[in-house]
């Protein structure tokens, strides 16, 4: 059954639009259209990936999936997004997903400039961050054209209802003593 949603995730990974930003202009003539696996440079061994990240516009606290095939600029917002390497590991081993990544800020007040230029690990999302005022992005997955390759397990976007740590706490408030005014 898991096997069967991971591969369904990889093909549905596939058709989704590389720019889930509302308003963003195309990066290149490939974004008119859906960008998939099939639109990345091939890696010296042959081997073309795709890079799945995630963006957050911080104002209205909407995420939005963008998906970057290797060497081909995406825009989300105002970045331009290149994602130059991925690497996920094995189901086999623990998960992890390195890549890396060049996002420049295109504002139209403002002349063009670099924002990062580094590695970022799917493990550790605030250990190379991007610094922008509006905008976050992490590292997610890394898809290949191998086939019979399954999609790692991500975290859901759904709500999550929050639960005190204390919830299970079957102790009573402290009395306090009378006159203290609270």
Request: with cysteine; proline share 11%.
């Given at each position: 059954m898991r096997a069967a949603f991971a591969a369904a995730a990889v093909l549905s990974a596939l058709a989704v639009p590389a720019l889930a930003a509302p308003g963003a202009a195309p990066a290149s003539d490939t974004s008119a259209r859906p960008l998939t696996v099939n639109?990345?440079?091939?890696?010296?061994?042959?081997?073309?990936?795709?890079?799945?990240?995630?963006?957050?516009?911080?104002?209205?606290?909407?995420?939005?999936?963008?998906?970057?095939?290797?060497?081909?600029?995406?825009?989300?917002?105002?970045?331009?997004?290149?994602?130059?390497?991925?690497?996920?590991?094995?189901?086999?081993?623990?998960?992890?997903?390195?890549?890396?990544?060049?996002?420049?800020?295109?504002?139209?007040?403002?002349?063009?400039?670099?924002?990062?230029?580094?590695?970022?690990?799917?493990?550790s999302p605030s250990l190379n961050g991007v610094e922008h005022p509006l905008y976050d992005v992490w590292v997610i997955s890394c898809i290949t054209n191998q086939p019979g390759q399954l999609a790692p397990t991500v975290a859901s976007t759904a709500a999550v209802k929050v639960k005190s740590p204390d919830a299970g706490a079957k102790e009573d408030l402290p009395a306090l003593p009378e006159g203290s005014g609270q």
């Open positions: 639109d990345a440079v091939p890696g010296k061994d042959g081997i073309k990936r795709l890079l799945a990240l995630r963006g957050l516009d911080k104002i209205t606290g909407r995420p939005s999936n963008i998906f970057a095939p290797i060497g081909v600029p995406v825009k989300f917002a105002t970045m331009t997004i290149t994602a130059r390497y991925c690497y996920s590991t094995p189901q086999s081993e623990p998960p992890e997903t390195t890549a890396f990544v060049q996002i420049t800020d295109n504002r139209p007040d403002q002349p063009e400039r670099k924002l990062f230029s580094g590695w970022m690990l799917a493990s």
